[in-house]
Protein backbone atom coordinates (compact mmCIF):
# COMPACT_ATOMS: atom_id res chain seq x y z
CA UNK A 1 0.00 0.00 0.00
CA UNK A 2 1.06 3.47 -0.33
CA UNK A 3 4.17 4.77 1.68
CA UNK A 4 3.66 8.43 1.60
CA UNK A 5 3.41 9.76 5.15
CA UNK A 6 0.54 12.19 3.78
CA UNK A 7 -3.31 11.70 2.14
CA UNK A 8 -4.05 11.48 -1.41
CA UNK A 9 -5.74 15.13 -1.95
CA UNK A 10 -9.01 14.31 -3.67
CA UNK A 11 -10.85 16.77 -5.49
CA UNK A 12 -14.22 16.44 -7.86
CA UNK A 13 -15.29 18.40 -11.01
CA UNK A 14 -18.18 17.72 -13.52
CA UNK A 15 -16.86 17.64 -17.13
CA UNK A 16 -20.02 18.81 -19.55
CA UNK A 17 -20.09 18.06 -23.04
CA UNK A 18 -23.21 19.03 -24.97
CA UNK A 19 -25.93 17.58 -22.39
CA UNK A 20 -23.81 14.60 -21.42
CA UNK A 21 -22.26 15.39 -17.95
CA UNK A 22 -18.85 13.23 -16.60
CA UNK A 23 -17.61 13.58 -12.71
CA UNK A 24 -14.05 13.59 -12.51
CA UNK A 25 -12.34 12.49 -9.37
CA UNK A 26 -8.93 13.64 -9.24
CA UNK A 27 -6.40 11.93 -6.84
CA UNK A 28 -3.42 13.23 -5.86
CA UNK A 29 -0.51 12.65 -3.50
CA UNK A 30 2.19 16.04 -5.19
CA UNK A 31 4.35 12.40 -7.26
CA UNK A 32 5.92 13.87 -10.13
CA UNK A 33 2.83 14.52 -12.92
CA UNK A 34 5.28 13.31 -15.90
CA UNK A 35 1.98 10.80 -16.69
CA UNK A 36 -1.43 11.24 -15.86
CA UNK A 37 -3.91 8.03 -15.65
CA UNK A 38 -7.26 7.41 -16.56
CA UNK A 39 -9.72 5.11 -14.84
CA UNK A 40 -12.72 4.04 -16.62
CA UNK A 41 -15.55 1.75 -14.59
CA UNK A 42 -17.69 -1.16 -15.81
CA UNK A 43 -21.30 -1.16 -16.87
CA UNK A 44 -23.25 0.33 -13.93
CA UNK A 45 -20.72 0.89 -11.78
CA UNK A 46 -18.94 3.79 -10.13
CA UNK A 47 -15.07 5.44 -9.83
CA UNK A 48 -15.13 4.44 -5.95
CA UNK A 49 -14.40 0.98 -7.13
CA UNK A 50 -10.76 1.88 -7.78
CA UNK A 51 -10.16 3.46 -3.88
CA UNK A 52 -7.39 0.79 -3.28
CA UNK A 53 -6.09 1.63 -6.97
CA UNK A 54 -6.41 5.40 -7.69
CA UNK A 55 -4.19 5.71 -4.42
CA UNK A 56 -1.92 3.60 -5.48
CA UNK A 57 -1.13 4.99 -8.97
CA UNK A 58 -1.24 8.50 -7.97
CA UNK A 59 2.41 8.31 -6.13
CA UNK A 60 3.49 8.35 -9.45
CA UNK A 61 1.13 10.61 -11.27
CA UNK A 62 -2.32 12.54 -10.48
CA UNK A 63 -5.38 10.10 -11.50
CA UNK A 64 -8.71 10.98 -13.28
CA UNK A 65 -11.37 8.36 -12.29
CA UNK A 66 -14.43 8.77 -14.64
CA UNK A 67 -18.06 8.41 -13.80
CA UNK A 68 -19.69 8.46 -16.68
CA UNK A 69 -22.86 9.84 -17.74
CA UNK A 70 -25.72 7.84 -16.58
CA UNK A 71 -23.48 6.17 -13.87
CA UNK A 72 -22.99 6.64 -10.39
CA UNK A 73 -25.63 9.63 -9.69
CA UNK A 74 -24.78 11.13 -13.44
CA UNK A 75 -28.01 11.98 -15.46
CA UNK A 76 -27.67 10.19 -18.78
CA UNK A 77 -27.53 12.35 -21.35
CA UNK A 78 -30.20 11.16 -23.76
CA UNK A 79 -27.84 9.81 -26.18
CA UNK A 80 -27.50 6.18 -27.29
CA UNK A 81 -25.12 4.75 -24.55
CA UNK A 82 -22.41 3.15 -27.30
CA UNK A 83 -18.69 2.54 -26.44
CA UNK A 84 -18.41 5.58 -29.08
CA UNK A 85 -20.51 7.72 -26.88
CA UNK A 86 -18.49 7.29 -23.89
CA UNK A 87 -15.65 7.23 -25.61
CA UNK A 88 -16.11 10.98 -26.97
CA UNK A 89 -16.90 11.49 -22.87
CA UNK A 90 -13.56 10.60 -22.42
CA UNK A 91 -11.30 12.19 -25.21
CA UNK A 92 -13.70 15.46 -23.81
CA UNK A 93 -12.27 14.86 -20.43
CA UNK A 94 -8.16 14.54 -22.09
CA UNK A 95 -8.90 17.47 -23.83
CA UNK A 96 -10.40 19.57 -21.14
CA UNK A 97 -7.47 19.06 -18.40
CA UNK A 98 -4.56 19.18 -21.62
CA UNK A 99 -3.98 15.68 -20.51
CA UNK A 100 -0.90 14.60 -22.74
CA UNK A 101 -0.43 10.80 -23.46
CA UNK A 102 -1.93 9.67 -20.04
CA UNK A 103 -2.17 5.72 -19.50
CA UNK A 104 -5.88 4.75 -20.00
CA UNK A 105 -6.71 1.82 -18.05
CA UNK A 106 -10.65 0.40 -18.40
CA UNK A 107 -12.32 -2.38 -16.14
CA UNK A 108 -14.90 -4.75 -17.89
CA UNK A 109 -17.31 -2.62 -20.08
CA UNK A 110 -14.92 0.31 -19.49
CA UNK A 111 -12.25 -1.81 -21.42
CA UNK A 112 -14.30 -1.06 -24.40
CA UNK A 113 -14.44 2.38 -24.00
CA UNK A 114 -10.81 2.64 -23.85
CA UNK A 115 -10.36 0.28 -26.97
CA UNK A 116 -12.30 2.45 -28.48
CA UNK A 117 -10.88 5.70 -27.71
CA UNK A 118 -6.86 4.37 -28.30
CA UNK A 119 -8.54 2.67 -31.77
CA UNK A 120 -8.89 6.81 -32.08
CA UNK A 121 -5.96 8.38 -31.73
CA UNK A 122 -1.78 7.33 -32.15
CA UNK A 123 -0.90 9.54 -29.40
CA UNK A 124 -1.72 7.18 -26.56
CA UNK A 125 1.12 5.09 -25.76
CA UNK A 126 0.19 2.99 -22.67
CA UNK A 127 -3.51 1.40 -22.12
CA UNK A 128 -4.57 -1.25 -19.88
CA UNK A 129 -7.39 -3.28 -20.09
CA UNK A 130 -8.45 -5.37 -16.80
CA UNK A 131 -11.15 -7.98 -17.50
CA UNK A 132 -12.35 -7.08 -20.97
CA UNK A 133 -15.48 -8.20 -22.23
CA UNK A 134 -17.86 -9.44 -23.72
CA UNK A 135 -16.35 -13.02 -25.01
CA UNK A 136 -18.46 -13.12 -28.88
CA UNK A 137 -18.99 -16.87 -27.90
CA UNK A 138 -20.73 -15.70 -25.33
CA UNK A 139 -22.61 -12.50 -26.33
CA UNK A 140 -25.95 -12.99 -24.44
CA UNK A 141 -27.37 -11.28 -21.61
CA UNK A 142 -28.23 -14.61 -20.17
CA UNK A 143 -24.78 -16.10 -20.62
CA UNK A 144 -23.20 -13.18 -19.19
CA UNK A 145 -25.58 -12.53 -16.25
CA UNK A 146 -24.35 -16.67 -15.74
CA UNK A 147 -21.04 -15.30 -15.95
CA UNK A 148 -20.91 -12.70 -13.35
CA UNK A 149 -22.86 -14.67 -10.77
CA UNK A 150 -20.24 -17.19 -10.55
CA UNK A 151 -17.32 -14.51 -10.64
CA UNK A 152 -19.45 -12.78 -7.84
CA UNK A 153 -19.62 -15.87 -6.09
CA UNK A 154 -15.90 -15.62 -5.38
CA UNK A 155 -16.09 -11.78 -4.42
CA UNK A 156 -15.52 -10.18 -0.68
CA UNK A 157 -19.15 -8.66 0.61
CA UNK A 158 -16.92 -5.43 0.88
CA UNK A 159 -17.23 -5.79 -3.44
CA UNK A 160 -21.14 -6.96 -3.36
CA UNK A 161 -22.35 -3.80 -1.38
CA UNK A 162 -20.68 -1.79 -3.65
CA UNK A 163 -21.62 -3.18 -6.59
CA UNK A 164 -25.29 -3.06 -5.15
CA UNK A 165 -25.40 -0.09 -4.35
CA UNK A 166 -23.60 1.42 -7.53
CA UNK A 167 -26.33 -0.13 -9.47
CA UNK A 168 -29.25 1.03 -7.72
CA UNK A 169 -27.79 4.79 -8.24
CA UNK A 170 -27.78 3.71 -12.06
CA UNK A 171 -31.12 2.82 -12.16
CA UNK A 172 -32.56 -0.70 -13.94
CA UNK A 173 -33.79 1.00 -16.66
CA UNK A 174 -30.53 2.66 -17.75
CA UNK A 175 -28.29 -0.50 -17.17
CA UNK A 176 -30.58 -2.05 -19.61
CA UNK A 177 -30.41 0.33 -22.01
CA UNK A 178 -26.46 0.25 -22.33
CA UNK A 179 -26.23 -3.69 -22.10
CA UNK A 180 -27.06 -4.29 -25.68
CA UNK A 181 -25.03 -1.95 -26.83
CA UNK A 182 -22.02 -3.87 -24.75
CA UNK A 183 -22.84 -7.25 -25.81
CA UNK A 184 -23.13 -6.22 -29.31
CA UNK A 185 -19.46 -4.42 -29.25
CA UNK A 186 -16.39 -6.60 -30.76
CA UNK A 187 -13.86 -5.59 -28.82
CA UNK A 188 -11.68 -8.49 -30.71
CA UNK A 189 -12.31 -6.16 -34.08
CA UNK A 190 -10.71 -2.94 -32.85
CA UNK A 191 -8.26 -4.08 -30.66
CA UNK A 192 -6.04 -4.09 -33.83
CA UNK A 193 -6.63 -0.43 -34.66
CA UNK A 194 -5.12 0.25 -31.14
CA UNK A 195 -1.49 1.55 -31.93
CA UNK A 196 -0.64 1.95 -28.22
CA UNK A 197 1.03 -0.77 -26.08
CA UNK A 198 -1.45 -2.85 -24.31
CA UNK A 199 -1.55 -4.61 -20.91
CA UNK A 200 -4.31 -7.45 -20.61
CA UNK A 201 -5.19 -8.43 -16.79
CA UNK A 202 -7.67 -10.75 -15.80
CA UNK A 203 -8.25 -12.88 -12.28
CA UNK A 204 -7.65 -16.43 -12.34
CA UNK A 205 -11.48 -17.17 -11.49
CA UNK A 206 -13.16 -14.00 -13.85
CA UNK A 207 -16.14 -15.95 -16.22
CA UNK A 208 -16.43 -13.09 -17.73
CA UNK A 209 -13.34 -12.31 -18.96
CA UNK A 210 -11.92 -15.65 -19.71
CA UNK A 211 -8.59 -16.86 -20.97
CA UNK A 212 -9.78 -17.86 -24.51
CA UNK A 213 -10.89 -14.15 -25.27
CA UNK A 214 -7.43 -12.79 -23.62
CA UNK A 215 -5.80 -15.13 -26.34
CA UNK A 216 -8.11 -13.73 -29.09
CA UNK A 217 -7.32 -10.10 -27.77
CA UNK A 218 -3.25 -10.41 -27.69
CA UNK A 219 -3.22 -12.38 -31.30
CA UNK A 220 -4.89 -9.63 -32.73
CA UNK A 221 -3.23 -6.63 -31.09
CA UNK A 222 -0.47 -4.77 -32.50
CA UNK A 223 1.60 -4.82 -29.56
CA UNK A 224 0.01 -6.99 -26.21
CA UNK A 225 1.08 -8.12 -22.97
CA UNK A 226 -1.36 -11.19 -20.78
CA UNK A 227 -0.96 -11.33 -17.20
CA UNK A 228 -3.34 -12.97 -14.91
CA UNK A 229 -3.81 -12.75 -11.02
CA UNK A 230 -3.96 -15.99 -8.73
CA UNK A 231 -7.01 -16.02 -6.77
CA UNK A 232 -8.97 -12.99 -7.89
CA UNK A 233 -12.25 -12.96 -9.86
CA UNK A 234 -14.14 -10.18 -11.78
CA UNK A 235 -13.82 -6.96 -9.67
CA UNK A 236 -9.89 -7.64 -9.86
CA UNK A 237 -9.28 -4.06 -9.67
CA UNK A 238 -10.75 -3.48 -5.94
CA UNK A 239 -9.67 -6.93 -4.12
CA UNK A 240 -6.36 -6.78 -5.91
CA UNK A 241 -5.30 -3.54 -6.43
CA UNK A 242 -1.87 -4.15 -5.32
CA UNK A 243 -1.17 -6.26 -7.83
CA UNK A 244 -2.56 -4.30 -10.89
CA UNK A 245 -0.62 -1.32 -9.77
CA UNK A 246 2.32 -3.00 -9.71
CA UNK A 247 1.21 -4.49 -13.26
CA UNK A 248 0.70 -1.51 -14.84
CA UNK A 249 4.00 0.34 -13.17
CA UNK A 250 6.23 -2.47 -14.55
CA UNK A 251 3.79 -2.14 -18.00
CA UNK A 252 5.27 1.33 -18.53
CA UNK A 253 8.52 0.91 -17.66
CA UNK A 254 9.14 -1.77 -20.23
CA UNK A 255 10.06 -4.68 -17.69
CA UNK A 256 7.18 -6.96 -17.85
CA UNK A 257 7.37 -10.15 -19.78
CA UNK A 258 4.82 -10.63 -22.53
CA UNK A 259 2.95 -13.12 -20.08
CA UNK A 260 2.95 -14.38 -16.73
CA UNK A 261 0.67 -14.91 -13.58
CA UNK A 262 0.67 -12.86 -10.42
CA UNK A 263 0.13 -14.22 -7.11
CA UNK A 264 -2.42 -13.72 -5.15
CA UNK A 265 0.01 -12.88 -1.92
CA UNK A 266 1.56 -10.46 -4.01
CA UNK A 267 -1.86 -8.96 -5.43
CA UNK A 268 -4.09 -8.73 -2.52
CA UNK A 269 -4.80 -5.96 -0.95
CA UNK A 270 -3.54 -6.43 3.07
CA UNK A 271 -5.65 -6.05 5.84
CA UNK A 272 -5.90 -2.60 7.57
CA UNK A 273 -2.92 -1.71 9.61
CA UNK A 274 -4.71 0.43 11.93
CA UNK A 275 -8.55 -0.15 12.54
CA UNK A 276 -11.13 -0.46 15.13
CA UNK A 277 -14.90 -0.45 15.01
CA UNK A 278 -15.10 3.48 14.69
CA UNK A 279 -13.32 2.93 12.00
CA UNK A 280 -15.55 0.96 10.09
CA UNK A 281 -18.41 2.70 10.65
CA UNK A 282 -17.05 6.55 9.78
CA UNK A 283 -15.92 4.85 6.50
CA UNK A 284 -19.20 2.76 6.08
CA UNK A 285 -20.60 6.62 6.71
CA UNK A 286 -18.76 8.17 4.54
CA UNK A 287 -19.50 5.62 1.71
CA UNK A 288 -23.13 6.33 2.59
CA UNK A 289 -22.75 9.83 2.45
CA UNK A 290 -21.22 9.77 -1.11
CA UNK A 291 -24.29 8.06 -2.22
CA UNK A 292 -27.03 10.07 -0.79
CA UNK A 293 -24.92 13.14 -2.24
CA UNK A 294 -25.15 11.57 -5.57
CA UNK A 295 -28.99 10.58 -6.07
CA UNK A 296 -29.37 14.22 -4.91
CA UNK A 297 -27.21 15.67 -7.67
CA UNK A 298 -25.14 17.04 -4.66
CA UNK A 299 -21.56 17.57 -6.44
CA UNK A 300 -20.20 19.49 -3.09
CA UNK A 301 -21.34 16.28 -0.99
CA UNK A 302 -19.97 13.69 -3.28
CA UNK A 303 -16.55 15.45 -2.93
CA UNK A 304 -16.50 16.02 0.93
CA UNK A 305 -17.59 12.04 1.01
CA UNK A 306 -14.66 11.32 -0.85
CA UNK A 307 -11.79 12.95 0.15
CA UNK A 308 -13.37 11.98 4.13
CA UNK A 309 -12.75 8.72 2.97
CA UNK A 310 -9.97 9.16 1.09
CA UNK A 311 -8.29 10.40 4.62
CA UNK A 312 -9.94 7.42 6.42
CA UNK A 313 -8.24 5.18 4.39
CA UNK A 314 -4.50 6.65 4.76
CA UNK A 315 -5.39 6.41 8.19
CA UNK A 316 -6.18 2.75 8.41
CA UNK A 317 -3.15 1.82 6.07
CA UNK A 318 -0.62 4.00 5.83
CA UNK A 319 -1.00 6.94 9.08
CA UNK A 320 2.02 5.69 11.62
CA UNK A 321 0.39 6.08 15.05
Known sequence: MPEDDRPAHVEVETFRQGTA??????????????RA????AGIGVAASYFEFLAPLLAEHGDVYALDLPGFAGM???GDEPTAGFF????????????LENPVLLGHSMGTQ????????RDDLTHAVLVSPVVDEAEASA???AVRF??????ESLHIAVMAASAYLLCGFLYFFEVLPHMLRYRISDRIGAARAHLLLIRGEYDRPSPRRLHSRLAARARDARRWEIRGAAHSIVNGHAVGVARLVMRHLDDELPARGRLSAAEARVPPARHTDVRMILDATASRIAEWVSALRRDERGVERAKARHA???WRAYVSRR
Open 113 to 120: VVTEVLAR
Open 37 to 40: FVLI
Open 149 to 154: VQSTAR
Open 21 to 34: QTRVTIVSTGAAKD
Open 142 to 144: LVQ
Open 87 to 98: ADQVEGVLERYR
Open 311 to 313: RLL
Open 75 to 77: PPS
